[in-house]
């Protein structure tokens, strides 16, 4: 796979449900960051999690960064349909302080 | 809260035609970029534009590519002579600082459709 690859494609749950998407990558990375996408339109920022870091919190949010195995989790607790939208991970390798490398996403939709 | 915004949100464009595609970065970023989402598929980096000058681009980003900072808060894309697979939702995207904890916040992005 290449860097930033999520998975599953595609997850449908119902709302108050939690989500959980996963993103493996490559390369050694200086960080992971996680964006949201709603349907057509831009990418929002949701968080950002160091290579040092194994864990962080924002909201309903909870990211972990296993760097051992290549992998992050974005975990969305008591979900909503609001929540519904395309995330990508995004991953800043060391050769570069400029590009952002994303991976193909998940979809997730929260059915009310 | 200040926002990265992009004009036009849609064009369609007839190939071999020139296009600009206009963004106003967040207005204390001095980090600008631009990135391309051809449909279903990953968005993919273009170019990184710091102090009037690209810091890096793709192999994506051929002659056919330029950018610019006119004055001092536009940045612009502009491709040449545009050809069908062109046509994708191009995003401008600003940070204030860079480096590896830099965050990129973007725009809601243009969709180009060349016919």
């Known amino acids: 796979s290449q860097q930033g690859e999520e998975d599953p494609q595609a997850l449908s749950i119902q709302e108050g449900e939690n989500a959980t998407m996963n993103c493996s990558y490559k390369?050694?990375?200086?960080?992971l960051q996680w964006y949201r996408q709603n349907s057509g339109r831009g990418l929002v920022h949701l968080i950002l999690?160091?290579?040092?870091?194994r864990e962080k919190h924002s909201g309903r949010l909870r990211v972990t960064l296993d760097t051992s195995k290549k992998s992050s989790s974005l975990l969305i607790t008591a979900s909503r349909a609001a929540d519904t939208a395309s995330y990508f991970c995004?991953?800043?390798?060391?050769?570069?302080?400029?590009?952002?490398?994303f991976g193909k996403g998940t979809l997730l939709t929260v059915n009310p | 809260e200040p926002e990265v915004t992009q004009t036009p949100s849609h064009q369609v464009t007839q190939m071999g035609q020139e296009v600009i595609l206009r963004c106003v970065p967040i207005?204390?970023?001095?980090?600008f970029y631009w990135y391309r989402q051809i449909l279903g598929q990953k968005v993919e980096f273009l170019v990184s534009?710091?102090?009037?000058?690209?810091?890096?681009k793709s192999e994506i980003f051929d002659d056919q590519f330029s950018v610019e900072r006119p004055d001092g808060s536009n940045f612009t894309l502009k491709i040449r002579s545009t050809k069908l697979e062109d046509s994708a939702m191009y995003f401008c995207?600003?940070?204030?600082?860079?480096?590896?904890?830099?965050?990129?916040?973007f725009g809601q992005g243009t969709r180009l459709t060349v016919v």
């Open positions: 995004a991953t800043r390798s060391g050769g570069s302080n400029y590009k952002l490398t």
């Open positions: 390369t050694s990375i200086n960080n």
């Open positions: 999690i160091r290579s040092n870091e």
């Open positions: 207005s204390n970023h001095l980090y």
């Open positions: 534009f710091y102090n009037n000058e690209i810091s890096e």
């Open positions: 995207a600003s940070s204030e600082k860079i480096g590896r904890m830099a965050e990129a916040f």
